[in-house]
C-alpha cells in the first residue's frame, strides 16, 4: 500500500427495526450516545479513509438524514432488494467505480470496531494480497462462519451450517468486515453468485474468488469484542456496557478522577480535562465538555453543556444543552440550568431554575429564583450584570435586565430592569399586629375546638 492510500469505506446501513422490536431502524439506536450508524462513520472517520459510501433501505430517510448530519461528505446508496452483503455493497458501485486503493466493508450495527483496525486492514491490501477478513475467537463459536487459514493465508469462510465436523472445531470465526484491494475490488464483487438456497450474494466469497484469480487473501485477528453487533436491545445493551468500560478507562488514565467509576455514563463526544473530579451517578449526554479541576457532584445530569475550570456541578443538579459555566463558577443541588451563561465565580447554590439568561462574574443567585422565559409562545432572555445579589424565591419575568452589582429583595416578582447598585423591591409591604395570635385563639369558638381537640387527643 502507498504512503497516502485512497480508502473508501462502504456502510451497510439497510434494514428495518424489526428484531429490535422498534419502529426506529436499527442503525439509529443509540450508544454511548451515538447512533449505531454514527459509529461506524465517526470510526471511519477518525481510520482517515478518503470517501464515505453508505447503503441504506429506500423507505428509510430517517436513516440518510442522520447520514448526512454527522458526514455531510458521505454519498448515500439505497438497497431495494435485501440480497446478501455482496448484493448490498454492488450498490455503491459508483462510488467503488471512481477509484481507490482499498475498499473496506463497514457494518452500520457494529459499533465496536475501532479506528485502529479498519486502517489495520486498509493497510493490509496490497499487490500480493487482495482481500483481508477481519477474524476474531468467540467463547462460543457456535452459528459463525470459520476461517480456513493454510500456512497464514485465508483460503475461505466456511458458514457453520455448512462446515464438516473437523471445520467446526475451528474456533477463528470471521468478523464480518472485509477489505478489498481497490484495483479488483468491483470485479470480485460483481463475481460473487447466489450459490445458496437463499438466492443470496455473500460477501464471504470473495477470498475463494480471489484465490481462484491467483490472488492471495488473508486474515486480521481482533478482540472478539469488536465483532459485536446489535441485533436485539440485549446486545445493544452488551455494547453499551463494552464501550462504557472503554471511555472510562480512556477518560481516568488521561487524568480524570471516578469515584466509582462504574456508576459514571459518558458519551463517546466528552471532553473531560485532567484533574477533573466526578462523584457517582453521574450521566453525561453528548455535547459535554468539562475543564480542568471541575468537580461533578453525585446524581448529576449533564447535555450539551460546557463546564469551566475548576467549577462545581451538584449534587443532583442538571445541565442542558446551552449551559455554559465559567471558570470557578457554582451550580448547586437541584438547580437545572438551560441555554444560560455563568459567569466566572457566579453562583446558583441550590433549588433554583435559570433558562434564556446570561449571569455575570461572582453574580450570587439565591435559593429559590427562577427566571420566567416562556410566555407560551415564545422565550426571552433574563440579563444579570457582575457581582449583582438577586435574594431567595425571587422570580424574574423575562425579559429583564439587573444591573451591576443591583441587589434584588427576597421574595420579588421583578417584571422592569433594575439599574446598577439599586435595589428592587416587588413584594407586599410586611404588616405585623401586635398581640393578635392570643386575641385570635382566646376567641370562644377556637377555645371549645382546642377543647375538643385535646379530648380526642387523651382518648
Request: glycine fraction near 10%.
Amino acid at each position: 500500500m502507498k504512503a497516502n492510500p485512497r480508502v473508501l469505506a462502504v456502510i451497510l446501513a439497510a434494514g428495518d427495526g424489526t428484531r429490535m422490536k422498534s419502529a426506529r431502524p436499527k442503525v439509529l439506536h443509540k450508544v454511548a450516545g451515538l447512533s449505531l450508524v454514527g459509529h461506524a462513520l465517526h470510526s471511519a472517520q477518525a481510520a482517515g479513509v478518503s470517501d464515505l459510501a453508505v447503503v441504506i433501505s429506500p423507505d428509510r430517510p430517517d436513516v440518510a438524514s442522520e447520514v448526512a448530519s454527522l458526514a455531510p461528505e458521505a454519498r448515500c446508496f439505497e438497497q431495494h432488494e435485501r440480497r446478501g452483503t455482496a448484493h448490498a455493497v454492488l450498490q455503491a458501485a459508483p462510488a467503488i467505480a471512481a477509484g481507490c486503493d482499498a475498499l473496506v466493508v463497514l457494518f452500520g450495527d457494529t459499533p465496536l470496531v475501532r479506528p485502529e483496525t479498519i486502517r489495520t486492514l486498509a493497510g493490509s491490501v496490497n499487490a500480493e494480497q487482495a482481500v483481508t477478513v477481519m477474524g476474531f475467537t468467540p467463547a462460543d463459536p457456535t452459528g459463525y462462519g470459520r476461517l480456513l487459514v493454510e500456512n497464514g493465508a485465508l483460503l475461505a469462510i466456511r458458514e457453520h451450517k455448512d462446515a464438516n465436523e473437523a471445520e467446526r472445531a475451528i474456533r477463528l470465526c470471521n468478523g464480518g468486515m472485509m477489505a478489498l484491494r481497490g484495483d479488483v475490488a468491483l470485479e470480485l464483487l460483481q463475481a460473487v453468485r447466489p450459490n445458496n438456497a437463499q438466492g443470496e450474494f455473500y460477501l464471504t466469497d470473495c477470498p475463494e474468488l480471489a484465490l481462484a484469480r491467483g490472488l492471495r487473501a488473508g486474515f486480521v485477528e481482533v478482540p472478539a469484542e469488536e465483532a459485536q453487533g446489535v441485533n436485539d436491545r440485549v446486545q445493544l445493551a452488551a455494547c453499551e456496557a463494552v464501550l462504557q468500560q472503554r471511555l472510562r478507562l480512556m477518560h481516568m488514565q488521561a487524568g480524570v478522577t471516578m469515584i466509582a467509576p462504574e456508576t459514571v455514563f459518558l458519551s463517546l463526544d466528552t471532553v473531560i480535562a485532567r484533574d477533573v473530579v466526578i462523584e457517582p451517578n453521574v450521566v453525561i449526554g453528548p455535547g459535554v465538555s468539562i475543564g480542568d479541576g471541575a468537580v461533578i457532584h453525585a446524581f448529576s445530569h449533564l447535555e450539551g453543556a460546557r463546564v469551566g475550570a475548576g467549577a462545581g456541578v451538584g449534587p443532583f443538579a442538571r445541565l442542558r444543552p446551552g449551559a455554559t459555566l465559567g471558570e470557578k463558577a457554582k451550580v448547586g443541588n437541584f438547580v437545572e440550568i438551560k441555554n444560560a451563561d455563568l459567569g466566572p465565580g457566579a453562583k446558583v447554590s441550590h433549588l433554583s431554575y435559570l433558562g434564556d439568561a446570561s449571569i455575570g462574574a461572582e453574580a450570587n443567585i439565591g435559593a429559590g429564583t427562577i427566571t420566567c422565559n416562556y410566555d407560551g409562545f415564545r422565550k426571552f432572555r433574563t440579563e444579570i450584570g457582575d457581582n449583582a445579589f438577586v435574594g431567595s424565591n425571587s422570580a424574574l419575568v423575562a425579559p429583564v435586565r439587573i444591573g451591576e452589582g443591583a441587589y434584588v429583595g427576597s421574595g420579588s416578582v421583578i417584571t422592569e430592569d433594575v439599574p446598577a447598585n439599586a435595589l428592587a423591591l416587588a413584594r407586599g409591604r410586611q404588616a405585623i399586629k401586635a398581640d393578635w395570635a392570643t386575641q385570635f385563639r382566646a376567641k370562644p369558638e377556637n377555645i371549645a375546638k382546642s377543647k375538643g381537640a385535646s379530648r380526642k387527643e387523651k382518648g
